[in-house]
């Protein structure tokens, strides 16, 4: 259980390299969701997504302290290893970060001007992820997994802010990766004895946390070919499954063409730009709508790390309906 004393020292490792992100209530989204919608910006990060935050606070957990520390080893789609390749750098710490192939090329540029070295291995995150576990051992690093204690307090100083800026929220809908941006939004809610629903989004392509959760078990999948590279994941990390199926309201599943028409929604309501998994809570609510007409709801833009060729791509597609049908 993580308490609340211990995200507020969580958060002031974080405001040491950037300021709490913003929120927005945007008119058109109100207009076209229905609701009171407010936006938590994860996407204004220095790296452009929440993981930055979780980084931070596990870097500093490593250099206070007494392990001998060699260099460290993560494995990624993207997010998450630019976030421990800043938090390393600005620790003086040398990073290596294992990708699948076929990863983002821009998020494999971002990582590598982060000063990390960076190596390609295998067709998804669950092959990098075991190959990561091999060379940590080989060469001697240290494995920051992705998903951990420290990980999870140090993102959940994104929900506590949010929560704390935007009062009575009735609901919020929150990606799940591997977990820890989920975790967090539950650790905050509890540290202030909040009773807001707290509602999981996944791809289609990628259930194995949806599965996970209505069967009371963990559920891994054959394959998680999305789009939303920050949700693709096969085996659920089981820590993060126990938080999720007790304190979970539900989680609902997004096809690729939802994603796709969120990322639209985002662009032309706001002007923001989401990657895959940052617009997989809008369109989640999208589909929920009804449910929650009239009522303060929470969506967490986690990221806005799109390759640019594939954001192209998507606003070239037509609108699968009228902007503003209700």
Not at 117 to 135: C, K, N, T
Request: include cysteine; aromatic fraction near 8%.
């Amino acid at each position: 259980m993580i308490v609340k004393s211990e995200i507020e020292k969580a958060a002031t490792t974080v405001y040491g390299h950037m300021q709490p992100t913003n929120h927005y209530n945007w008119p058109l989204l109100n207009k076209r969701g229905g609701a009171n919608i407010w936006i938590k910006h994860e996407n204004q990060t220095p790296i452009g997504a929440f993981k930055l935050r979780g980084g931070l606070v596990y870097m500093s957990y490593l250099t206070n302290s007494e392990q001998n520390i060699n260099g460290v080893i993560a494995a990624t789609r993207g997010n998450h290893g630019q976030s421990i390749a800043f938090a390393a750098a600005v620790n003086g710490i040398k990073a290596t970060i294992i990708v699948p192939k076929g990863n983002s090329s821009e998020k494999n540029m971002s990582m590598s001007a982060l000063g990390a070295e960076l190596i390609e291995y295998g067709a998804d995150f669950q092959e990098a992820y075991e190959y990561s576990s091999l060379l940590a051992k080989e060469r001697e690093l240290i494995l920051v997994p992705s998903f951990s204690k420290e990980l999870v307090t140090g993102v959940s100083t994104y929900a506590y802010e949010f929560f704390k800026s935007v009062k009575d929220l009735d609901v919020i809908y929150v990606p799940i990766g591997l977990g820890s941006g989920i975790c967090g939004c539950i650790a905050a809610r509890e540290a202030l004895n909040l009773t807001t629903e707290i509602v999981g989004v996944v791809a289609e392509n990628a259930p194995c946390y949806e599965l996970s959760f209505s069967q009371g078990k963990a559920v891994s999948t054959n394959n998680s070919d999305t789009i939303a590279d920050g949700l693709a994941v096969r085996t659920p990390d089981k820590d993060a499954l126990q938080i999720i199926n007790h304190s979970v309201d539900h989680i609902v599943k997004v096809s690729e063409s939802e994603i796709k028409t969120a990322i639209r929604h985002y662009f032309s309501d706001t002007h923001n730009i989401a990657e895959g998994a940052g617009a997989a809570p809008l369109a989640a609510f999208m589909k929920e709508k009804n449910k929650y007409k009239g009522r303060n709801v929470g969506l967490i833009l986690s990221g806005g790390n799109i390759d640019l060729s594939l954001f192209y791509k998507i606003l070239e597609e037509s609108y699968s309906s009228e902007p503003f049908c209700n």
